[in-house]
């Protein structure tokens, strides 16, 4: 037999997005003997995550040998950055690659007193939001577990936010706010956010991780008990007959349903409130009426609202509403107890705003595949 046939390439594998337990079998499963393999994940986990060594020969308490041992089975390579963008207000844009036709974007929003890292979790959509020029991209795939936490690795990387290497702790806050729906990826999301978590990971506590949806309900109580982050509902409107155009998802789940989901969600309080995002929407769910069945709607809900000015599109079918309209709109939600910012959009002149990434990425790659983002502007206050 040819010798070459025998001699397989070792399998190299992607250390980021491992759970502990996955990378104690890996670790495992190349030599290290299972009496050192759980303090092994703890030295490796304490350098990625804690310090964001991108080198393992950098590992300086870990023997040579094992050293070698990591090298030839292990990477701890990030997702490849295609653009960087950064706008006048600060805000940066990331569009990365991990694949052929899999590209996917994240972005830093810098505020006063915290910085905000907006977070995909797929490659495309398939709710089809009518407002939502990202609807319009058909899913490519689920982001698997490290191209969810790559997208913190690359930003830390970016902004030197490790230790060593800068101003630590400038993502304050995670938002799964970015591409996709991140309750039809649940699995992932869920392994992602675990490490994201995890004190001996990303060590950003769970009050400072949301979780947007767009009312996948059956999983939002799962999301609660398994992920624990903070929660914001992609609500857009009060009635279903509106609910139904804006987000079709409403046909499966409706508001009522929906609205059940979220008085149960596990750990609701007023120190932990649901999010309520609602895009104003020029004469579709703008008046004054809405404003009064929103607030209807969630009575009795510990409940933060968050009024989105509608970025539009080419060939969006939307206008946003008046900025008058916007403030009496906003008054009704406040007089009835609610917080109610306004968000203001930024990374506009990077077309880093809710609905703009698309058609930014298409018209500078026509290959992009994967190269819009949802959401760039954040609820005022998560945390
Ligand atoms: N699929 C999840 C995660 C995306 S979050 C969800 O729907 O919650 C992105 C947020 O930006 C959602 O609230 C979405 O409805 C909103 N959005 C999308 N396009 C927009 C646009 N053109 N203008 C303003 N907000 C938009």
Redesign the pocket.
């Known amino acids: 037999m040819n010798p070459e046939l025998q001699t397989s390439q070792p399998q190299i594998l992607q250390a980021i997005g491992l759970s502990t337990a996955e990378l104690k079998a890996a670790l495992e499963a190349v030599g290290v003997p299972a009496t050192a393999s759980s303090m092994r994940v703890r030295q490796l986990w304490n350098w990625i995550y804690v310090h964001g060594v991108r080198d393992f020969r950098a590992m300086t308490n870990l023997a040579k040998g094992f050293q070698e041992i990591l090298e030839t089975h292990f990477t701890v390579t990030r997702p490849e950055i295609v653009t960087e963008q950064i706008s006048e207000d600060g805000t940066r844009k990331w569009l990365l690659r991990t694949g052929p036709g899999i590209e996917f974007e994240t972005v830093y929003i810098p505020e006063e007193d915290r910085g905000t890292l907006c977070v995909s ?1 797929q490659v495309g ?1 398939t ?1 089809n ?1 009518r ?5 319009t991209q058909a899913l490519v795939r689920n982001l698997t577990p490290y191209e969810i936490v790559g997208q913190i690795m690359v930003a830390r990387d970016a902004l030197g936010d490790w230790p060593s290497t800068g101003e630590y702790r400038r993502i304050t806050n995670v938002v ?7 309750l039809y990826n649940f699995e992932n999301v869920k392994a992602a956010l675990a490490i994201v978590a995890d004190g001996d990971g990303l060590a950003l506590s769970r009050r400072r991780i949301t979780l ?4 996948v309900v059956p999983m939002i109580h799962r999301a609660g008990e398994e992920i624990g982050s903070m929660l ?3 609500l ?1 409107a009060a009635r279903d007959e509106v609910r139904d155009v804006l ?1 079709p998802l409403n046909k499966k789940y409706n508001i009522k349903e929906l609205m059940q989901a979220c008085r149960d969600y596990p750990g609701l309080s007023n120190a932990r409130r649901i999010t309520f ?1 609602y ?1 104003m929407l020029k004469g579709i769910n703008d008046s004054l009426a809405d404003a009064r069945a929103l607030v209807k709607l969630i009575g009795g809900i510990p409940a933060k609202i968050n009024l ?6 080419p060939g ?1 079918p939307y206008e946003c509403s008046d900025w008058d309209q916007i403030e009496k709109f906003a008054d009704v939600v406040n007089r009835a107890g609610y917080a109610s910012p306004v968000r203001t959009p930024r990374g506009r002149d990077i077309m880093a ?4 990434l698309k058609s930014e990425s298409v018209k500078l790659r026509a290959s992009a595949r994967g190269a819009a983002l ?2 760039a ?1 954040l609820p005022a206050s998560l945390d």
Do not use: D, K, R, Y
């Open positions: 979790s959509c709710l939001c407002f939502c020029h990202t609807g799964m706010m970015g591409m996709g729906e991140p947007s949806t767009a009312g914001a509902i992609s857009h987000v995002e895009v989105i000015p509608f970025n539009p599109w969006s705003a809710c609905g703009q949802v959401a502007e």
